[in-house]
């Protein structure tokens, strides 16, 4: 793929747009000019060569970029039948925008906008004006001078071939872990000093990975308890571990969650067809699944979420049909319907950019959206990623009342983050301004440079000393 520009300098807009269309190996060649408000853009490929036009209702550089990727969106749509809901939303976050609008603008102009700025078509922009409206009640009841925790843990009872975690096999790498929780076990120490100093309010716990349900259930709860002697969680409105691979529950885990207070898991099927799972080597059967929801609502955890992917090697849209029934069937409160996604980590890029192009995922996405909403549990946070396939969207389910704050405080990034653990991402919050420390991202790494990470830590501390 070759790109030029002329009389600008949005050279990564327009790859992002051309990316929605064509593969980077692809014999296709674009020119992007803009004179004044007016962006042209015109592409050659597979022997043909096609152009598209837009205007800029104004001289801001968000509207230029945006009509410099609406030129060359116009000119790739005639040369592909490749859906692109979004249209030119090539964000993240794509339901933000719209919250931003809620309190000045009606339905009605949200919708134009986003469908006539950005491209959207009439479903995503609805979905994103839905999922900002519920986002918005969620923030409302944000408490002030609150802090999120989040703890990592980077092992997995063995490695799915299109994971992009920095995440370990716990079979081969056992010797690591004891020393990882004794350093994490330092970063909650030093971590519970720091929120104590500040006078901040602990609302949400989350343990992520990896699969944190990977480790001894003793091992995991050291770590819970350790959170408890250096924080008041007194306050915490919801702690969720993300059990993840469901071959690793156990009663005496799901006990060992109850005894403290995790009140969410999330429990990961992915699908429900075994014969998917073997071929992305996710070694998990469908009985684990059914195994570990009876399992956590025996020791009595309130709410499960189910996380599914759409576009999975071999499927179709039947074949997601049935894996929602058969989620639904096991009555959870909540379920994230997630899109393929590869980084250059993951074992199975190779295969990725071969269906990277599928039209199927959209309608995997489509009917799972229709499904889960026919059943009660309505969309409530949303993101994408980038080099997922057909630039659909990852979003989050729910039953009322079964929403996960976390996700959406993450998303909206209105909430501090102190992330413990390797791969964590601590964030600092002040209006619009927002700052990042980052942990290393290897179990090993991380371990071994402890004493570097609890002094990093301390930016945050210093961010939030200045301000008061
Ligand atoms: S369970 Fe999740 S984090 Fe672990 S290897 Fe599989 S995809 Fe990666």
Known sequence: MEIYTYGHEAENGVRQIMQLFFSLGDDVRVESKLEGRRATAEIYAFGKISTGEAFSGSDERLYITNAIKKSVFYAAKKLSDMPAPWGISTGIRPAKGARKMLSDY???????????????????ARLAIEVARREEKILSSMPSESVSI????????????YCSFISQAIAHNNKYVKPYIDAVLKEIEHTGRIIKELGMKVDTVYFGGGTPTAIAPAELERLIVSLDENMDLSRVREFCVEAGRPDTFTSEMMNMLKRNNVGRISINPQSMHQKTLDAVGRHHRIEDVEKAFYLAREAGIESINADLIAGLPGEDTEMMKYTVEKILAMNPEAVTVHTLYMKRASEMIDEFEKIRFTKNAAAMVDTATMMLKGEGLMPYY????????????NAGFAKCGHESLYNVYIMEEVQPILAIGAGGSTKMVMGEEIERVFNPKEASDYTNRIDEVLKRKDVFYDFYKRRM
Request: charged share 30%.
């Open 150 to 161: 989040y703890v990592g843990i980077p092992f997995c009872p063995s490695r799915c071939s």
């Open 106 to 124: 009606s339905e009605d102009e949200i919708l134009n906008h986003l469908k006539n700025e950005y491209l959207m078509d009439d479903k995503k």
């Open 382 to 393: 949303m993101y994408k990623q980038r080099n997922t396939l057909g630039n659909l969207e």
